[in-house]
């Protein structure tokens, strides 16, 4: 009772899922994504199981056909079930089993998989599609959105709307580029989760992003950002002049208060994004 997304980002190799339902939490049942291996969605009188075991089988060597094949071979309930698999190389694969309810269907092409099921029409997945296509280029986790919103306009579940997830993955994505999950976001209970997903990946990006550029603060905003030091406590006076070892310490500990310290760049350099967040909450 779900309409899913499974894709990969040429380009970087990233991969993911967004999901969207009227069912509490899809999230916690639909999603699964590794890394350097592929990426699932496991929905429709759901088989939690096929999510694990769908990545066991990928990273073992098997191609998303032959995944699926092996889940309608062994899968008692295969008939009500529905699922989609991406893997590392860009193979996909969609299965609906003949008993889930109307309207239920699937595409795939390369680097994707978009499947639901009690649908309002075909015309879910279709939007799904193009705008998975029109948005080539973009972060996969803006794409996968991007798709995920096309077709809750398109009318999504003709049930309702409760839930919406977004999993991703990618080599060194995670927090301090110490591991590769990266987004993994869930409205879990929401009048408009889609919507309340894009705001919390703005959120991610804002809180989780890595520069894109630096540049040195001007002497207003140095000014301004000593005084915003002190106010917070983060250092009991600090001179004036260039750029300091002590105002080095005290912008570090005012980074990692912030939950900033993503966008942390040493040396009296300053992350536009950061310094305009700050800027803003912190008016002169």
Not at 20 to 35: E, H, I, Q, T
Not at 164 to 181: E, I, K, Q, V
Not at 183 to 195: E, Q, S, Y
Not at 209 to 230: C, F, I, N, Y
Request: net charge negative.
């Amino acid at each position: 009772m779900t309409f899913s997304i499974v894709g990969r980002d040429p380009q970087t190799g990233d991969l993911g899922v967004a999901v969207a339902s009227k069912f509490l939490a899809v999230g916690a049942l639909v999603p699964f994504v590794r890394s350097g291996v592929g990426a699932v969605a496991t929905q429709s009188y759901v088989n939690p199981n096929f999510g694990p075991d769908g990545l066991a089988l990928l990273a073992g060597g098997l191609s998303p056909d032959e995944v699926s094949a092996r889940f309608q071979a062994e899968d008692a309930g295969i008939v009500q079930r529905q699922f989609g698999l991406v893997s590392a190389s860009g193979q996909s694969a969609t299965f609906t089993g003949e008993g889930c309810h109307a309207w239920a269907g699937g595409v795939t092409g390369p680097d994707v998989a978009i499947q639901g099921n009690i649908l309002a029409g075909p015309e879910v997945v279709a939007a799904m599609h193009r705008a998975w296509v029109e948005g080539a280029g973009q972060p996969l986790p803006r794409r996968l959105l991007a798709a995920l919103q096309a077709g809750d306009a398109a009318g999504g579940d003709r049930r309702g709307r409760q839930s919406a997830a977004l999993l991703c993955a990618g080599p060194g994505r995670g927090y301090g580029g110490l591991t590769d999950d990266w987004v993994n976001l869930r409205a879990d209970d929401h009048a408009d989760p889609c919507t309340e997903l894009a705001r919390l990946l703005d959120v991610h990006d804002l809180l989780f992003g890595r520069p894109e550029s630096t540049r040195a603060p001007d002497e207003a905003e140095l000014r301004w950002l000593r005084r915003l030091l002190v106010t917070q406590g983060h250092a009991a006076a600090l001179p004036e002049g260039p750029w300091d070892e002590a105002t080095e310490t005290a912008a570090w500990a005012l980074y990692g208060t912030e939950n900033l310290e993503e966008r942390w760049v040493s040396g009296g350099q300053l992350d536009p994004v950061a310094l305009a967040y700050l800027r803003e909450r912190y008016p002169d």
